[in-house]
Each structure stands twice: as C-alpha cells, then as structure tokens.
C-alpha cells in the first residue's frame, strides 16, 4: 500500500543530508552495476543480440481517473517501444531492455505523459552449483495522485504526478542436491515523486531494503514445496511543514494567552518480516496449482506532528509535546492460483491476501479475487476474458483524507481480441468496465474504457 522516526532538528538527518546520502548511494549503483556487467564484455565467444518492437495506441476513457466527482471523456494517442539487446556466453548472460510509453490526451495537457523504464539483468555460473546475479533498473514514469477535495465535503480530484525510482538487486542461487535449491536476494529501491504546490504533503519519497530467502524443493515429478522468509525496511520522507495561531490555556485555574505552534514532517519507517510455505502442484499436464500461506509481522511508526504553547501575556509555562504513535500487529498473508489449459486457451483463478506501503506511507492490506482466460479461435484470431473484486484498507493510523483514499472496493471486467495480421503485426481491441464504491463517502464511481492498439514486432539481429 508507518513506524516514522522523531523529526526534531537534533535528531536524524535533515532533508539536505538525506538528499546527498541517496545521491552518494545512486552514484553507488551506477557503479557496481557497471563493473559487474561490463567487465566480462573483453572476453571472446560471445552471442550476442538485438532486437526491440513497437506500436500504435488509440484508448478513449469514460473517467479515466474513477473519481466520484464532476469529470469528463477524454481521447488519448501514443505509442509504445521496446529496445533489447541480450549478450551470452558459457558462464555469463546479460539482458537490457529500455522501454518508452508516451500519450497525448485530446484537449487535457495535465494528461499527458512520457515514460521511460531501464532495466537489466544479469547472471554468472560460479560453478555448476551456484549462479550469481545482479539486476538494476532506472525508471521514469508516472502514478495517479489523489488530493482532498476541501470544497466538497466527500470526494477526490486526481491527477497524474511524475516520479522517479532507482533499484539494484544483487542474488545468488546454490543447488544444495538435486533437489533442492537455496536462492537469496537483497533488494534497494528509492522513489521520488515530483512536488507542487497542490500535491506537497500527499505522496512521501521512500526507501527501501528487502532480504529474501528461498527453499526450493522438487519433491516428486508432480509436487515441489517451498519456503519463503523475506524482511524488509521501508523509509519515508514526510513534507516538513509548520504552523502557528493565538492560543488561550489555563494553568492552575488561570488563563494564558500565547502562541500554538505545529510543526510536521520527518522520516517514517514500516518494519515487515514474513515467513511464508507454499507447494506447486501438477496433478495432470493441464492442470497447475499454486499455493503459499504463511504470517507477517509488522511495525509501524509514524512522526506525527511536534505541537507547542508559548506564553506571552499572564506568566505561564512553556509546553511541548509530540504525536509520534508506534504500532505492531501480526497478519495473515495468502496467495493462490490453479489454471487450466486447453488445446487452443486456458483459463486461471487467482487469489491473495496481503500487506504492502502505499504511495501514501500507509500501511494497505489488500484481498484480490481473479478469474482470466483466454481462447484462439483460429490462428489469426483469438480473444481474451477478465474477472476481479480487490477490497483495501489502511491498516494503520492516518490524516482522514489519505484513510478515506485507501478503503475502496473495485470491481472490474474486460475483454478482448487479438488479430494476427502478418507473422511480424498484430492489431488488438480491449474493452474494460472498472467500478469503485469508497464505503467511508458512501459514493462510487466507474469508467468504460476501449484501447486500440497496433503492434510490430521484427527479427531479432543477432552477431
């Protein structure tokens, strides 16, 4: 979807130094990242190729925002690529992509939107046991940013906010026997958003640290068991900001008149570990099932604000005091999955249960039920289908505002075709129906949405 630290000035870093330590750490990541993947680049023997793929795209939106206030139909054209260049030898693989998303809305600038997303992944064989790996991404997109509407005493405008976020991920993979298999991962990964005037506040720059540790066993032909434990730290820049107004206390029974001062901001952290077992299941060469249940812990701690009284008139004593909260609960997590195929489709159901920060620094849990399918008709046509109910919820404290943003119900359902015009091109149509109900407004919102889309995918270059 907080366990926020104290933000007074003598404790934790200030913004500025916080800005330059995560400047030092990218510098960091640019730099392993490139040792790491260019240094075999000198050896011989390599395979090396690429290729890429693009198109056209026309969509046409009912609300595109699923806003329960006064909105408008807006049209949108863009494009998509993809470029990706893949480099291999006996011991070492590498793959780098670069994808563009652009879209131009028909009337509406504040729509309008360039992303741009790097990643690559790579991988060394230590020795026939073990694998290292290493995988980095760069990427400069776009989210929907909610803002409380004051005029109206329920309801939400949103809008499109850029922002920024960086990752590195080294891994490491050993085959205990033949069986078994032992994978670890950390993982960093820093988000900054693009500050305003009118979204300041809502949306927090995060950091975040992960570790996982995996068990992998194929216990027979049929069935493989696994076990998860993964702990993570996520890290929050709340806006800073201060405010103050005349104020009237008592003290022993008289009135004191002076100065209210709040002052808010500073750094927030949610604490997660989890432990999780799960079992892939394959009961005949159609049927897949997929299962993982198990428990997370978390602790969340939350800046609040820092409110004083200062006396002017009458005497009186100073006052201060601090709204931090810190807050701890255990949760159940669930994941799902059993899919059939067919011989021209297949068609799955899904369900999870989780928790996870939100762009908001609250903590969300979220439940999910899906169903998809898809069938060819012919080897030109075929079509898709969709199904899902997601229910969220702030699981923790939070202004009115940002907790009234995060409980909503969805339901959504699609469809689509696809129609292979040469081996290379392909044109598709989707239809999707979105409805959101926000039970605390008791007010609800949906959108019909058309996507056309017109795709070329060419022969990949290899040297």
């Known amino acids: 979807m907080t366990s926020p630290q104290d933000d007074l000035p003598d404790q934790g870093p200030t913004g500025g130094e916080r800005s330059r330590a995560q400047g030092r750490t990218r510098h960091k990541i640019c730099w392993v990242t490139a040792i790491f993947v260019l240094a075999p680049v000198s050896a011989r023997g390599f395979d090396i190729s690429v290729g890429g793929n693009g198109g056209l795209a026309e969509e046409f939106n009912t609300n595109i925002f699923l806003t329960p206030n006064p909105h408008k139909e807006v049209w949108g054209q863009g494009f998509n690529a993809n470029l990706n260049a893949t480099a291999s030898e006996r011991h070492w693989q590498s793959r780098w992509d670069a994808n563009f998303v652009n879209r131009w809305y028909l009337g509406n600038n504040d729509l309008d939107y360039a992303n741009q997303l790097f990643s690559t992944k790579n991988s060394y064989s230590i020795s026939e046991r073990s694998i290292l790996g290493l995988n980095a991404n760069y990427n400069r997109d776009n989210t929907l940013s909610s803002l409380a509407d004051n005029s109206v005493d329920v309801g939400y405008v949103f809008r499109r906010v850029p922002r920024t976020s960086r990752g590195i991920s080294p891994n490491w993979m050993y085959s205990l026997t033949e069986k078994t298999r032992l994978s670890a991962q950390y993982s960093y990964q820093d988000t900054t958003y693009e500050k305003s005037a009118d979204v300041a506040g809502r949306f927090v720059d995060s950091v975040s640290h992960s570790g996982v540790a995996t068990v992998d066993h194929q216990y027979s032909e049929r069935l493989s068991l696994r076990a998860i434990g993964v702990a993570s730290t996520y890290e929050m820049a709340f806006q ?6 005349p104020g009237l206390v008592y003290q022993n029974g008289i009135p004191i008149i002076g100065i209210n001062r709040i002052t808010t ?3 927030g952290v949610i604490d997660t570990q989890s432990l999780s077992l799960g079992f892939t299941y ?4 159609t049927i897949k099932i997929d299962f993982s249940g198990g428990g997370q812990f978390n602790q969340v701690s939350n800046p609040g604000a820092t409110v ?3 006396p002017m008139f009458n005497g009186g004593v100073p006052r201060t005091f601090n709204t931090s909260s810190h807050s701890s609960a255990f949760s159940e997590i669930l994941s799902a999955e ?4 067919f011989e021209r489709g297949e068609f799955g159901f899904n369900y999870s249960k989780s928790l996870s920060p939100n762009l908001l620094g609250l903590l969300i849990s979220s439940e999910r039920y899906g169903f998809n399918g898809r069938y060819s008709w012919t080897q030109q046509l075929a079509s898709n289908f969709r199904l899902a109910v997601t229910d969220t919820a702030a699981s923790g404290s939070g202004t009115g505002s940002t907790t009234r943003f995060s409980q909503r119900s969805q339901f959504e359902i699609g469809s689509g075709i696809t129609w292979t015009l040469t081996e290379r091109a392909s044109l598709s149509a989707n239809y999707l129906y979105r409805q959101v109900e926000y039970p605390s407004s008791r007010r609800e919102a949906e959108d019909h949405s058309i996507i056309l889309r017109l795709q ?5 270059i290899h040297f």
């Open 240 to 245: 800073e900001g201060a405010s103050s107004s």
């Open 265 to 267: 901001g500073g750094t």
């Open 282 to 285: 394959v009961p005949t060469e």
């Open 308 to 310: 004083s009284f200062e």
């Open 338 to 341: 059993a899919t059939k195929r």
């Open 456 to 460: 070329y995918n060419p022969d990949q």
